[in-house]
């Protein structure tokens, strides 16, 4: 990587106390990006298309580290998240814009979140009405205690439930021999593969990751000294995260997709029942109901801080989780509370999670053209020339960034119907 060596450009008060370990934000973001409406996307990607889905999630993993690298970069470095960058340095039309898709992203992010609680509480004959208000208040709760290193740990202690699909990916006993067999096929000729393409592209880079992780940064008051560091953080994140989203999707294409099965995935007990005659009934509920409780709950934390810094930062709103609610920053902790009320409710209105998971996933990847661009402007202008890219590092990440801005320009028309 041709990155200039970090040096401390002068610690902020937050970073004046005893160094200490500065992961987290990197994991956590990473776990919320595997959140309830990502493992839908794989499950439905392994049952209707197998392994031809794998290689997609393999070749995401650059894309997603070098963009939430960036993030790192901009936070560390400057001290702002990132609604308030793009707010200074292109003006408060610009910032309004990328607020708009932030909010876009992350209401369809928190809808699939609490779909997700509630069903996973049917499928233990547990009420949407009891489980739904019970994560909505814990959530709030969360971030009302002054700690913005509390609430991260619990929800990377929360989001690591995900790891259950592993054991479920080991009962079902994939075949090598297939599965390097799928991941040579690529059937970009059919128009449901690209579509599910698009759905795994909007589920990895969405913009609420970027706004999340530049804030948590300097909500954690990281200096350019604690760069490396930060990007471990980010690395082992983007590998988890992607080794998730692949044991999904080869746990179903090992299962449903193997045995030519066409069930029906409209719940999230109806995904389970889909792997009951392969890995057992109760095996099969417990280990999907593990996995998607674990990602929406931390990316319901997750996406209404990323929604709440960001409209805060546009707005020029005091926005920090370690400060106590007081008349200064009410108006922020109201938005966080307010963002997961609406997204309850909403549910409890009834929605159709595997439908509304998908379209949410592609309308990210139909967002991405305005989120990375702006990404990379910000990288060109608010880094002082020592902290920003260079040579040919500078052309791969730009080049990356280009073509998943090119895909998702590409399917602008093919979702419109046009």
Same mark, same amino acid.
């Given at each position: ?265 409209d719940t999230v007990g109806q995904i389970?029942g889909s792997l009951t005659p392969f890995?057992?009934?109760?095996? #099969?509920?417990? *280990? +999907?109901?593990? &996995? !998607?409780?674990?990602?929406? $709950?931390?990316?319901? %934390?997750?996406?209404?801080?990323? =929604? ?27 938005l966080y509370a307010a963002t997961h ?8 209105? #009834?929605?159709? *999670? +595997?439908?509304? &998971? !998908?379209?949410?996933?592609? $309308?990210?990847?139909? %967002?991405?053209?305005?989120?990375? =661009? ?45």
């Amino acid at each position: 990587m041709d990155l200039v060596a970090a040096t401390d450009t002068g610690p902020r008060p937050a970073a004046r106390r005893r160094r200490r370990s500065v992961w987290g934000p990197g994991m956590i973001v990473m776990l919320a990006d595997t959140d309830a409406g990502c493992l839908i996307t794989a499950a439905q990607s392994g049952a209707q298309w197998g392994y031809a889905m794998v290689v997609p999630q393999l070749v995401l993993i650059p894309i997603l580290f070098v963009a939430q690298e960036i993030t790192v970069r901009l936070g560390a470095v400057t001290g702002k998240g990132h609604g308030r960058l793009i707010r200074d340095h292109f003006g408060v039309g610009w910032g309004m814009a990328s607020a708009g898709t932030l909010v876009l992203s992350a209401v369809g992010a928190l809808l699939t979140e609490f779909a997700g609680v509630a069903g996973v509480g049917e499928l233990f004959g547990v009420s949407q009405w009891v489980t739904v208000p019970v994560a909505t208040v814990g959530l709030i709760g969360l971030a009302f205690t002054g700690s913005y290193r509390r609430a991260e740990r619990i929800g990377i202690t929360i989001g690591l439930a995900e790891l259950a699909f592993v054991p479920a990916m080991l009962l079902a006993h994939p075949s090598g021999h297939a599965l390097l067999h799928g991941m040579a096929s690529l059937p970009l000729g059919h128009s449901s593969y690209v579509y599910l393409l698009a759905a795994n592209v909007g589920a990895v880079v969405m913009p609420w990751m970027i706004f999340y992780q530049q804030g948590a940064v300097v909500d954690r008051g990281l200096t350019p000294a604690d760069l490396r560091q930060e990007r471990h953080d980010t690395a082992v994140g983007t590998l988890l995260t992607q080794g998730i989203m692949i044991v999904v999707i080869v746990t179903l294409a090992a299962t449903v997709w193997r045995a030519g099965a066409h069930n029906s995935l409209d719940t999230v007990g109806q995904i389970a029942g889909s792997l009951t005659p392969f890995i057992g009934s109760e095996q #099969s509920k417990v *280990l +999907v109901g593990a &996995a !998607v409780l674990g990602g929406a $709950m931390v990316a319901a %934390l997750v996406v209404s801080l990323a =929604g709440s810094w960001g409209v805060a930062e546009v707005l020029g709103w005091r926005h920090s989780l370690n400060e106590k609610v007081g008349r200064g920053n009410a108006k922020f902790f109201v938005l966080y509370a307010a963002t997961h009320i609406v997204g309850a409710v909403l549910v409890l209105a #009834s929605v159709n *999670l +595997v439908s509304l &998971a !998908v379209d949410v996933e592609v $309308m990210n990847s139909l %967002l991405l053209p305005l989120v990375l =661009g702006l990404l990379l402007a910000l990288e060109a202008r608010a880094l002082p020339p020592e902290h920003r890219m260079r040579g040919a590092y500078r052309v791969v990440v730009t080049g990356l960034c280009l073509i998943v801005m090119a895909f998702g320009l590409y399917m602008v028309p093919q979702t419109l119907g046009l």
